[in-house]
């Protein structure tokens, strides 16, 4: 076991830092106000080769694997949890075309992924609810050589902003209900951006509904095949999405104490900097703790990721890392928030925030209940 | 045009970013290193672009030398990123302590070693030292004509290049004929930003290290030895003032200072 | 060269515009007279230019013993290689001076290294001091780590010691000079023909583009205001401008209020920017870095507000207030109005 990154992992997380506090940074006040995503943000990505971080060389992408990715999540998360949550869902959208995709399929998008010319999303879950996709409404039904896919799909993020998505519909109820996952790009009729929800936190993430109305696609924009569907759509969730979520918290448990630790080592009370009152030492050891372990857990999942192995024995790590992640951040926000005092609630102390952000990370990817499901079915097993 | 063999000289520095928290130890006088991590020297950057973007227009290659202990190789594995396509690292406890011309003989024995160049490029001064005297003393040692602080650069043609610079009443634009040296200052160019494909590209290429047994060099040219300035002492300047520190509420502090000033 | 042959010489590079010395040159000229004083020795000038007729007489207000004046034909601009070979013939045919001292100008950083490594001797750059130790080594003063720190350069087995001399560091002493100028000395004029390497065809002159000519404002100020970090946001600074123009005060900055945005870069105070040296200067919301506090110099009166007790400013002021601006700068200029 190394417990060390590589030179390259350094230079990679280098290359993201630099890229969000001189890049992004600049933009947050903006994007808090507006709620829109600055253009800027994925052309300099684009050219910088952060986008096609899982594409494959030969498409032109870096194919540094998903510890690289989720370093670069977290480093942009540090300054911008919605940024960051955007590019890890870009990440997720197009990771199943490069597992599972068909040769046609990957010479077709993965080039314009990895210049920033396809911006790419994921979505199967609907108003019927994300932790139980079986119960989908979004039908695709043959037609000729192609499918017409029908439905609507919400709490997409990067609804907007992506030109390109995964989507999952049902294609069989008899004798057996199966789903099939298909590859749409905005130059096919019958995909657009729906309405678009008004969030407590990441301002600048778009999120809302896609809206699939006869949407002919040609059956080579099918991935994998068939009736893989459910497949297809865990690939995504459960190699990046979790994976990318766990990183956007870490990425605001860093900012929290970071905010925290400058704030004790500057606010005077009683003559001395409040870092020396024991009550505001415990709180920050608390911050720290949640960092390095939840930076552990996530380090290992994504490792994990990347040597290969199986869905199944890959699922109950990432959801550990997940659930753990996101319950630290919310827990690690909140404590900055209170050695914070009153500027804890001030914007320009930005900890309120970190704070807002922290929560909207429960939810997305697979709630924390859900990914305790998956903690205990392997746990019981034995495993 | 013809391709160009443009060597580059960076300096690795303490990060300007953190200089906020840089102390002094008060028994040897010099910065606590520790916790302070080491960057490229800010304007070796710019450097660095000057060189890439002309390689880039006509071909060629540029190589980035430093003289620096070993820690500098992650420092110059951060060049290779950038799109240096190669990197030398001059590294030996016999160079340490030397003054700017006890480290350009280095660099000269560096550069000597790896064959001729058409164009060397130095950033004007580093952000720790700033004497600004490397880059000349370099272009001395070799018999190399030089220009300093360029803040324009264009290729003329095969031999030639047209550089400006600004000095305190004007600026001058300047027909120079390679070989030669020049420094830059922030005002030639933007720095790209580190990309993941230059990290990927950096893969297949390599810091050399060069030690004193490399070189050729006479000992009592180089390190502190070699050095004509030494340094006899390390201050911070304490001032002579006696404050009077004036208290009260805010009415009685103005009226104080009004007639304190004698306004 | 007459009578100077055991003396110790002092040689001074003196830069001039439009039929003018550079005020650098005056300072030079100043310290390099006190220098040469001191060691009992004499003071060379090296000018290079054409129509200096009217100009270099005056060389005698500082007593200088001669003046080396390169006249090369046809050369309008500074030629590295030419002057880099021109002195450093100089050196070996004239006699190797104590030290040769430049302007830290453009001119003066790019040829007094190059000088100094022709000759194989060291060059201390950016002086913002020159002292002498009692081997009658010179001790240069100059700021390193961007100007947290300082250190004591000495060539001790060197000949010459060549510095250059950072503007407006030096000004001081102009007036126990000029308390001597009664006395007359002849200047001797040497001809010094000008070297052009072979390779001077490398370096040719495309374009000249004059800048406009920008008036000295704050290194002339008799009152300073100066606003740093502590200023907090760009309607702070209204209140320091607002001060500085009841005060007829000139406004100074520190690195992080220019980084802000608030000041112009030409108007930042310190080791990078100008040098103050007014009879007030009132800082506001500054640290006292002593990155800023570099640029302050005179026998002035320093006053500091800050909110912070323990602000490094406060060791370094005549007064200190430890309250928020936004309280103070009001009633004083209140009291100031009121009593005008």
Redesign the interface.
């Known amino acids: 076991m190394i417990f060390e990154f590589t030179p390259e992992q350094e230079l990679l997380k280098k290359a993201a830092r630099e890229f969000a506090e001189e890049v992004v940074y600049p933009k947050v006040e903006e994007m808090e106000t507006t709620r829109e995503l600055p253009e800027e943000l994925y052309q300099v990505m684009g050219e910088a080769g952060f986008l096609g971080i899982l594409v494959p060389q030969e498409y032109g992408g870096s194919e540094l694997g998903t510890l690289a990715a989720v370093l670069v999540v977290e480093e942009i998360s540090r300054i911008s949890a919605a940024l960051g949550t955007s590019f890890q869902v870009h990440c997720l959208g197009y990771l199943p075309v490069v597992r599972l995709g068909s040769p046609q399929l990957k010479q077709k998008y993965l080039p314009g992924i990895a210049t920033g010319k396809y911006i790419a999303t994921g979505a199967i879950t609907e108003a019927s609810g994300g932790s139980e996709p079986a119960n989908m409404s979004t039908i695709a039904t043959r037609d000729g050589d192609s499918w017409v896919i029908n439905g609507r799909k919400c709490f997409i993020s990067n609804n907007k902003t992506a030109n390109c998505t995964w989507v999952t519909a049902r294609t069989k109820d008899e004798p057996k209900r199966e789903f099939t996952s298909f590859f749409v790009d905005k130059s096919i009729e019958g995909y657009k951006t729906g309405r678009m929800e008004n969030k407590m936190g990441f301002h600048g993430l778009d999120n809302g509904d896609l809206i699939f109305q006869d949407c002919k696609v040609p059956s080579e924009n099918v991935i994998l095949g068939e009736g893989r569907g459910i497949t297809v759509a865990m690939t995504s969730i459960g190699r990046m999405g979790r994976m990318g979520m766990a990183a956007v918290g870490l990425g605001v448990i860093k900012s929290s104490l970071d905010a925290a630790v400058k704030f004790a080592n500057e606010r005077i009370l009683y003559g001395k900097p409040i870092a020396e009152l024991q009550a505001i030492q415990f709180k920050v050891a608390e911050i720290a703790s949640l960092l390095e372990t939840s930076r552990l857990l996530v380090y290992r999942a994504a490792w994990m990721a990347d040597q290969n192995g199986s869905d199944s024995d890959l699922a109950p790590v990432v959801a550990m890392a997940k659930y753990y992640a996101t319950d630290s951040a919310i827990k690690a926000s909140d404590l900055a928030l209170e050695i914070l005092g009153g500027y804890g609630v001030v914007e320009d102390y930005h900890v309120e925030r970190y704070v807002r952000d922290a929560r909207m990370i429960w939810a997305a990817a697979g709630t924390a209940d859900i990914m305790k499901l998956s903690v205990a079915k392997s746990a019981l097993s034995g495993k | 045009m013809r391709p160009l063999r443009i060597a580059v000289c960076v300096k690795p520095v303490?990060d300007?970013k953190q200089?906020?928290s840089?102390q002094?130890d008060p028994v040897s006088?010099t910065?606590v290193r520790k916790g302070i991590p080491l960057v490229i020297n800010p304007l070796d950057r710019h450097a660095l672009e000057a060189g890439l973007r002309l390689k880039e227009s006509a071909g060629g290659n540029v190589t980035v030398f430093s003289m620096a202990p070993p820690a500098a190789e992650?420092t110059l594995?951060?060049t290779l990123?950038m799109g240096a396509d190669e990197a030398v690292l001059l590294s030996d406890l016999h160079f340490a302590g030397g003054?700017?011309?006890a480290t350009?003989r280095v660099l000269a024995a560096g550069l000597k070693k790896m064959g001729d160049w058409d164009l060397i490029i130095c950033g004007a001064e580093s952000?720790?030292?700033?004497?600004?005297?490397v880059g000349?003393?370099l272009?001395?040692?070799q018999?190399l004509?030089?220009?300093?602080?360029v803040r324009h650069l264009e290729r003329e043609d095969d031999a030639h290049l047209?550089v400006t610079?600004?000095?305190?009443?004007?600026?001058?634009?300047?027909?120079?004929?390679m070989p030669?040296l020049l420094t830059v200052d922030s005002a030639v160019n933007q720095p790209r930003?580190?990309?993941?494909?230059?990290?990927?590209a950096?893969?297949k290429r390599k810091v050399t290290t060069y030690n004193f047994n490399d070189l050729g060099l006479d000992k009592n040219t180089i390190g502190l030895d070699g050095?004509?300035?030494?340094?006899?002492?390390?201050?911070?300047?304490e001032?002579s003032?006696?404050?009077?520190?004036?208290t009260g509420n805010?009415?009685q502090?103005?009226?104080e200072?009004?007639t304190?000033?004698g306004? | 060269m007459k009578g100077g042959a055991d003396l110790k010489q002092v040689w001074v590079f003196a830069e001039h515009q439009a039929g003018q010395w550079a005020s650098v040159t005056r300072e030079l000229l100043t310290a390099g007279r006190n220098l040469a004083d001191r060691l009992a020795g004499e003071l060379g000038v090296i000018v290079v230019g054409d129509e200096l007729e009217d100009l270099i007489p005056t060389l005698s207000n500082w007593r200088a013993n001669r003046v080396f004046l390169v006249q090369p034909k046809g050369l309008s601009f500074y030629h590295p290689l030419v002057y880099t070979e021109t002195i450093t013939e100089m050196v070996k045919d004239l006699g190797c001076p104590e030290m040769i001292l430049f302007g830290a100008t453009y001119l003066g950083r790019d040829l007094a290294p190059a000088v100094a490594a022709r000759l194989g001797t060291g060059c201390a750059a950016d002086c913002c001091e020159l002292k002498l130790d009692e081997q009658g080594n010179l001790l240069q003063i100059v700021p390193g780590l961007g100007g947290t720190i300082f250190a004591t350069i000495v060539t001790p087995n060197h000949r010459p010691q060549v510095a250059t001399v950072k503007p407006g560091m030096l000004e001081g002493e102009i007036s126990s000079l000029e308390e001597k100028a009664g006395i007359e000395m002849p200047l001797e004029i040497i001809r010094v023909e000008a070297r052009i390497p072979k390779n001077s065809h490398a370096v040719q002159l495309r374009e000249v583009r004059r800048k406009p000519a920008v008036e000295a404002k704050l290194e002339v100020a008799q009152r300073v205001v100066a606003g740093g970090a502590g200023i907090g946001n760009k309607e702070g600074w209204t209140v320091i401008e607002d001060l500085a123009k009841t005060l007829g005060a000139v406004v100074g900055a520190t690195r992080p209020a220019v980084d802000e945005g608030w000041a112009e870069h030409d108007q930042m105070i310190g080791q990078s920017g100008k040098t103050v040296r007014p009879e007030l200067y009132i800082g506001i919301g500054i640290s006292g870095d002593m990155m800023h506090t570099v640029g302050i110099k005179g026998k002035g009166i320093l006053v500091a507000i800050n909110q912070d007790p323990k602000a490094a400013i406060f060791k370094q002021v005549d007064y200190g207030i430890v309250a928020d601006y936004r309280v103070i700068v009001p009633l004083l200029m209140q009291e100031i109005k009121n009593n005008a």
Do not use: C, H, N, Y
């Not at chain 2, 610079?165 to 004929?177: G, S, T």
């Not at chain 2, 003032?241 to 004036?246: A, D, F, T």
């Open positions: 303490p300007p200089s906020s840089f002094i006088k910065l992650q594995t951060e990123a003054d700017t011309l350009a952000f720790d030292g700033g004497t600004a005297q000349s003393q272009a001395v040692l018999g004509p030089w220009i300093t602080r047209l610079l600004e000095d305190e009443v004007e600026q001058r634009d300047l027909l120079v004929q030669l930003r580190l990309s993941l494909l230059g990290i990927l950096a893969r050095s004509p300035t030494q340094t006899r002492e390390l201050f911070t300047l001032s003032k006696k404050v009077e520190m004036l805010p009415q502090i103005v009226a200072l009004f304190k000033l306004l």
